[in-house]
């Protein structure tokens, strides 16, 4: 029995020597993958993190984009809008000033008509005046008046607007009355009547037929061509 019982101590205590150290690597190599998992969800802890991280300055990113292009899109908006409020004042002044230019247009002609017609009665009136009766006792020429002292036209003025070959209307010309007299403007010179006209030259000479202005005898004359002959005895000024 004491033999039995020495056997069975050296056989356990040779099954716990053989245990311990398996039991001691079996712990070794649990507390290894503890460490294992905690390193590895460390990782994958930190990679989500990182992952968080580059989302959220990605979504920063987007979002100041964004703004910026917000910010553009109002800027340009708001400058469309000016250039149209410019373009739509410009526009409506422009068409202001031609509605003022049409208006003012026909105010003038309609003005037109009454200061033609004005100015006609004051030429009609002016020229019966200073019909001759009797155009022989009437009419004198400028040796009878002691000579022609006016203004002098230069020779190249007066080849190239005045003489036979340069016939003229007086219709539509300017016109005054100066101490009774009609007088008008041609080629930048003032003529003066100091005769009457022939009664025989129709009533409407002054508006219809051709004139023109000659030098004979040491002055100066109008001579009409429907009646030729017969000339009135002028003066020239400036």
């Given at each position: 029995?004491?033999?039995i019982?020495i056997?069975?101590?050296?056989?356990?205590?040779?099954?716990?020597?053989?245990?311990?150290?398996?039991?001691?690597?079996?712990?070794?190599?649990?507390?290894?993958?503890?460490?294992?998992?905690?390193?590895?969800g460390?990782?994958?802890?930190?990679?989500?993190e990182?992952q968080h991280?580059?989302?959220?300055?990605?979504?920063?990113?987007?979002q100041?984009?964004?703004?910026?292009?917000?910010?553009h899109?109002?800027?340009?908006?708001?400058?469309?809008?000016?250039?149209?409020?410019q373009?739509?004042?410009?526009?409506?002044?422009?068409?202001?000033?031609?509605?003022?230019?049409?208006?003012q247009?026909?105010?003038?002609?309609?003005q037109?008509?009454?200061?033609?017609?004005?100015q006609?009665?004051?030429?009609?009136?002016?020229?019966?005046?200073?019909r001759?009766?009797?155009?022989?006792?009437?009419?004198?020429?400028?040796?009878?008046?002691?000579?022609?002292?006016?203004?002098?036209?230069?020779d190249?003025?007066?080849?190239g607007?005045f003489?036979?070959?340069?016939?003229?209307?007086?219709n539509?010309?300017p016109?005054?009355v100066?101490?009774?007299?009609?007088r008008?403007?041609?080629?930048?010179?003032?003529?003066?009547?100091?005769?009457?006209?022939p009664?025989?030259?129709g009533?409407?000479?002054?508006?219809?037929?051709?004139?023109?202005?000659?030098?004979?005898?040491?002055?100066?004359?109008?001579?009409?061509?429907?009646?030729?002959?017969?000339?009135?005895?002028?003066?020239?000024?400036?």
């Amino acid at each position: 029995m004491k033999i039995i019982g020495i056997t069975s101590t050296a056989i356990l205590s040779l099954v716990l020597g053989v245990a311990a150290p398996a039991y001691a690597q079996h712990d070794e190599q649990g507390e290894n993958q503890d460490h294992a998992k905690q390193e590895q969800g460390g990782h994958e802890q930190a990679g989500h993190e990182q992952q968080h991280a580059q989302q959220q300055h990605a979504q920063g990113q987007q979002q100041r984009a964004q703004q910026q292009q917000d910010q553009h899109n109002q800027q340009q908006a708001q400058q469309n809008q000016r250039q149209q409020d410019q373009h739509n004042q410009q526009q409506a002044q422009q068409e202001q000033r031609h509605q003022d230019q049409h208006n003012q247009q026909q105010a003038r002609e309609r003005q037109q008509p009454q200061r033609g017609e004005q100015q006609q009665r004051v030429q009609q009136s002016a020229w019966q005046e200073h019909r001759s009766h009797d155009w022989q006792s009437d009419h004198r020429d400028w040796r009878q008046r002691g000579g022609y002292r006016g203004y002098r036209i230069p020779d190249d003025r007066y080849r190239g607007y005045f003489g036979p070959s340069h016939g003229f209307r007086i219709n539509g010309l300017p016109f005054l009355v100066v101490g009774g007299y009609p007088r008008f403007q041609y080629q930048g010179y003032w003529i003066s009547t100091v005769d009457p006209w022939p009664e025989y030259w129709g009533n409407d000479w002054y508006d219809n037929d051709d004139v023109y202005v000659n030098y004979v005898d040491n002055g100066y004359y109008l001579y009409n061509r429907r009646y030729p002959g017969e000339g009135i005895a002028i003066n020239i000024t400036l």
